[in-house]
């Protein structure tokens, strides 16, 4: 038994899973995007959201790409809705469409990312000697990619926020792939999407057991949750009863 092992379903302050919430974009809307990343069997991460971001935003595209990054959170289920609301000083704006994984499933699968979700690193903005030390490592990073001879600090350094009295969101309780995420369908735990959406998304998931994806609703609270997980495996268990039968009868 390892030390200090917990049971997480006696604490409901805890969550057992990761959540990628999709928003709009100038390219497509988040249902759209959702879609996309079903089918692709992949989050891509577009962007860096570091301590270093200005720094970054003054640096060939090249150099950036080190620190872009896929975002989750674990807030539990039943309050990811809070965070689709509209939020002070916060510029992306996430809409009740997303991917829910199971946290200590990250990550065994063939086809995963090298690199497992992991917890944000904050650091408090009163705490200038630490600050500087990270970005003492940065143009370290900066130089050494310049010179053809990088070392590996963009896989901490795109996992560093700042916390101050302007910028604190601690509370998204957010995680970080560096680089893209690749999953597979079967290792989804659920989608999440408005109820109203559910079939019409499941009919665009080019994949074969496509009916077998449990989907969920942001605004469900968790006996509605359960209820539609109980319903949604008692429905597949008896699908998978009525193909196999026929080869069992005969």
Known sequence: MLKGKINLSERTDLSNFLVHLTRDSPESSAKESLISILNAQKIEARNHHCLFKKSLEKEPLDFQK????????????DK??????????????FQPYGLVFIKSNQKKSEK???????????????NGFLIRALFSEFDQYLEDFENGNPNNFNLIGSLVN????????????????????EFLIPELAAVIAPSSEHSDIRSKVNYYFADAITFIDIDWNMEQILLHIGAQSWNNWHEYYQLANPILEE
């Open 66 to 77: 080190k620190f872009y990054v896929t975002c989750y959170t674990e807030t539990p289920l």
């Open 112 to 126: 995963g990312s090298e690199n497992a979700p992991n917890p944000v690193f904050y650091a408090m903005g009163n």
């Open 80 to 93: 990811i809705k809070h965070l689709t609301k509209k939020i002070e000083n916060r510029n992306k704006k």
């Open 162 to 181: 700042i916390v101050n009295e302007n910028h604190n969101f601690q509370w998204e309780r957010e995680w970080r792939t560096v680089g893209d995420y």
